[in-house]
Each structure stands twice: as structure tokens, then as C-alpha cells.
């Protein structure tokens, strides 16, 4: 079936052929928010979230090549105590250490085996959402003064104090804590959802690099990766304070899936947790810096960085990377932005294919040669979808319709060249998918 949409002046008339259907030109009011989802942020706990900030901080260091035979301090320790917290949170939970074997090379001075700790809830599909974070941390050795500039630091004791309460135990909180709290949730997700605590990071993202390597080579069919790294901080080291934006950065071009997700995390984030204001930065990272999203990026997935609106170099790296330089109520905030947008996704219908099986975008200008005829394929559980678009000369989208349960929809007399098209699946409980962009392929 195919809908039209007629815009005349002022308001909106859809036509599904040529009965009117009133019930969809009704004004859009705000999206109904889902229970189950509104349930799952009530449940994210300040009290537990501190807890494991102060236990992160308590290992003296979870440098990747600090001890591993100690209970109680170095990253071995760090690691199993992540573990074990993760495996009694919930019997749904799938726990397990992500192992590789790293040989000595770079910044990795001898070889190790480095663990990623996970926990998978499986969903009625493989398709997966990510959150996930680096649970260790590092702090640099300063240079000795009188040093040239620009020498590096030298490498020092690995067993360095390096508390790394906000970088990145901040997110390795909200890792572990949306971990218990979807796995005791009972709520039944369409996707898998994957809470995964990286390694490695500061030795060149190699935990997260194994990883994402592993699962392109094995298919997985991972849909988003909210990378949480550095989400606690709101007192710059410029002494200008924020805690009010979580900035969300997204590798290009401008309609990458990524892009999608980043746009997807401002309209989750303003529907369920309006009291943050997402900033999307239309750049894959900060300038010189890295993040455990990026491999993921590497391997074709979709994949954004959050992180503090304003940073504190002064704490970074350091052994004053302390519970004092979090801010609890901002970063429960950002734990319930990620719980909102994770439970969105997973609950919602896969995205439409936008594509044919050339890669040419299935969008037309018929039927009078002039308009915009946007087609898709039906995505499994979906009810109904919307289209998005905006004029091709705008960061985001200006425009929404739901056009009902069809695969086709036409805007008479709007070029296909002017404007910038997408469509969302809708699941039955108001659920949408990230939205497929029509984009030309690229230039040969
Ligand atoms: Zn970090």
C-alpha cells in the first residue's frame, strides 16, 4: 500500500490511496513514553552507583599491565570483582572474561592476557546493543624538569596509583549498574543487549579493537554501541562548570548510521531524560584523542563516544582522579540517558533496509517525475514506521510523520535532491528503530 501526503497550507492531509485517513493527520502529540522503559530508569540506584565508584577507586591502579595476582589490588583484582558483581546481579545474565593473549609491543611493555569482562542478556534476536566503557585506568609519570618539551613520559612503575574514578570508572559504573538493572528488569528485549567493560584502553584501545574484530569476523550483527568514557566530570580544569551536556560524538558523513544514533540519543534523551541535553559533535572523537568506539567503527559498525560536556586535564591520567572530581546527580543522569536510549532500541523493530541489493537507495520521483517516492522493506515486529527528513543543507531532522504500517510512502512535488530522507520501524508499544537514511552511494 502506499500513502501520499498532500501539504498544503498550514496542515497535513495523508491519503492511504484515496481514502482519507484522519487519525493520521492528526497533530503529532509527544510520543508516549513506555512503562517498562520508565520502570528500568526508576530502578538505576545513586546509592549502588557510588558504591562502585569507591570500589573502582580502591585497586590503587587498573593499569592493564599492573599486577594480576594480588585479591586486592591492580587490575586483576579490579577485573574478577567486576565480574563476580555482574554474575550475581542477575541469573539472566551471560558473564564472562573476554580473553585475549597480547604479546609485548607499543605500549604494551610484556606480554599479557588481557580480559574484557561482559555480560550478555539475550534477546529474541541476535542483533545487539552495546554499552559499554574501559575499566582501566592509567596515570602518566611527568617528565622530569628541565626536560626538552614534548618528550614523552617515560613509562614508570605500572602499580602507579591511578585511581581512575572518572576516567573511565565513571562509565564502568553505568555499565555494571544498567547491567543489574536489565538483567533483574524482566522485561523480554528484542535485541541482545551486550554490557561489556573494556581493557587495554590506554594502551591503544586494545581491548575494544579484539573485540570488534572478533565479532566482524563471526557476523554479529551488532546494531549500536553507546561507548560511555569520561561521563562523571563537570568541572573543567579552565574553571568553567556544566552539568547539564553530555557531548556525543559520531564518525561522518553526515547521514552514517553513527550520525543516526547520535540524533537517535537526543530524541530518546529529551522524550525519557529531559533534565540532560545531548550535543552531538559531528567528529568520530576529540582532536589527538582516541575511544574503544572507534574500532568498532573500523569494523563497519555503528558505533558513538558520550562523554562530559567539559573535561579536567589537570585530574586526567593522574592520581587525582578521584571520587571527589565526580558529580553523582550528573552522572546518574547520563546512566539513565543510556538506559533509555539501550531499552528504545532493543525494544524497538531492527531499522528498515533502505537499500537494494546494488546498494542504490530505493527512492524514485515517481509518480509524476517530480516528487519523492520512498521505498523500504518491511522490518520483522513492526507496526507501523515514520518517515524523517529535512533540507539537505541541515544538521538534523526538521520533519516527522507516521505513515502507518506500510513499505512506501510519496511527498508530491518535493525533489528528491533537495531534501535529506529517512524512515523508522515502529514497534506496538511506540518503540522506534534508528532511522535508515537514503544517501546517494558514493562516486565511483
Ligand atoms: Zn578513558
Known sequence: MRHTLIRTLGFVVVFAGLVVKPALAAPEGPDPRDPRIEKILSQISEQRIVEILHKLGSFGTRNTLSSTDSPTMGIGAARQWIYDEMKQSSPRLQVSFDTYQVPKGGRITRDIELRNVMAVLPGRSPRRVYISAHYDSFAAVRPPAGSPRGQAAPAGPVDNPAPGVNDDGSGTALVMELARVFGQSGVNFDATLVFIAFAGEEQGLIGATR??????????????????????????????????????????????????????????????????????????????????????????????????????????????????????????????????????????????????????????????????????????????????????????????????????????????????????????????????????????
Open 211 to 444: 573485540h570488534a574484530e572478533k565479532m566482524a569476523a563471526e557476523h554479529v550483527p551488532i546494531e549500536a554501541v553507546l561507548n560511555n568514557d569520561m561521563v562523571g566530570n563537570v568541572q573543567g580544569g579552565d574553571t568553567l562548570e556544566d552539568s547539564i551536556h553530555l557531548r556525543v560524538f559520531s564518525e561522518g558523513p553526515e547521514d552514517s548510521p553513527s550520525r543516526q544514533l547520535a540524533r537517535y540519543l537526543g530524541r530518546v534523551g529529551a522524550k525519557y531524560v529531559p533534565t540532560v541535553q545531548v550535543t552531538p559533535i559531528a567528529r568520530y572523537d576529540r582532536f589527538g584523542r582516541g575511544g574503544d568506539h572507534s574500532p568498532f567503527n573500523r569494523q563497519g559498525f555503528t558505533a558513538v563516544r558520550l562523554t562530559e560536556a567539559v573535561e579536567n586535564y589537570g585530574r586526567q591520567h593522574t592520581p587525582a582522579d578521584t571520587f571527589d572530581g565526580v558529580n553523582v546527580p550528573y552522572l546518574l543522569r547520563n546512566v539513565k540517558l543510556d538506559a533509555a536510549a539501550a531499552a528504545s532500541l532493543a525494544l524497538a523493530p531492527p531499522p528498515p533496509a533502505v537499500f537494494n541489493e546494488r546498494g542504490q537507495p530505493t527512492l524514485g520521483r515517481q509518480p509524476s517525475g517530480y516528487d519523492s517516492d520512498l521505498k523500504w522493506q518491511a522490518s520483522p515486529g513492526a507496526v507501523g514506521y515514520k518517515v524523517f527528513w529535512r533540507s539537505a543543507w541541515t544538521p538534523d531532522w526538521q520533519h516527522v510523520v507516521p505513515v502507518g504500517n506500510v513499505t512506501e510512502f510519496v511527498l508530491p512535488a518535493m525533489s528528491i535532491d533537495d531534501y535529506v530522507y529517512g524512515v523508522a520501524a515502529v514497534g506496538p508499544d511506540g518503540n522506534e528503530s534508528l532511522v535508515s537514511a537514503y544517501v546517494n552511494p558514493p562516486r565511483r
